[in-house]
């Protein structure tokens, strides 16, 4: 039996599986090597929309599932070889530093762009799962929690990684210089 929902929730489920579906897609195609040249402004185009659709996830009043069990979305894909392409694309960018919270703590911790965007696809493939088998408040609850527990801080961060990155490919001049900083900046 479907799921009830109110109208405008129902809307915005297919309007985030829509977003999600194009999101995920377009990461795992330059994974597999699509567009290697553009991957880097690709990557900062898609991550920057998959925020506004994050920030509507965070902006609307807590979704609360039907059940207090999570239905089986049915087999999760397997990220490892989604990481791996990634981590191949991004050779010698892929690393950089983060703060682990930014309002508790100034600690830093060793971060990945292919480990941000592997584990932002497996989280949004979740909701899509619960989403392809009609139940789309399961859906809206895993993306909105995922949005707010994870996968919207792993694109924060991966967002102002790659349009550091861009920046560094734009504007510097001398490439001995871009690839030292790049070395600094990603090893502190």
Do not use: C, K
């Amino acid at each position: 039996m479907p799921e009830q929902q109110p109208d405008d929730l129902g809307a915005l489920a297919a309007e985030t599986a829509a977003d999600v579906r194009s999101f995920t897609a377009a990461v795992r195609e330059l994974a597999a090597g699509a567009a290697p040249d553009t991957a880097i402004p690709l990557l900062l185009l898609l991550v920057a929309q998959l925020q506004v659709t994050g920030a509507r996830l965070g902006a609307i009043q807590d979704v609360v599932p039907d059940e207090r069990f999570e239905p089986d979305p049915g087999p999760e894909s397997d990220q490892d070889a989604l990481r791996v392409s990634l981590a191949n694309l991004l050779e010698g960018i892929d690393d950089y530093s983060d703060v682990v919270d930014p309002l508790t703590s100034l600690e830093l911790s060793r971060a990945a762009l292919s480990d941000d965007l592997a584990t932002i696809v497996a989280s949004l493939e979740h909701g899509l799962a619960h989403h392809d088998r009609g139940r789309p408040v399961e859906a809206m609850w895993w993306w909105q929690f995922g949005y707010l527990s994870d996968w919207g801080t792993r694109s924060s961060a991966a967002l102002r990684v790659l349009q550091t990155i861009l920046g560094h490919l734009r504007l510097d001049a001398d490439e001995d210089t871009v690839a030292e900083a790049e070395f600094d900046a990603l090893h502190p």
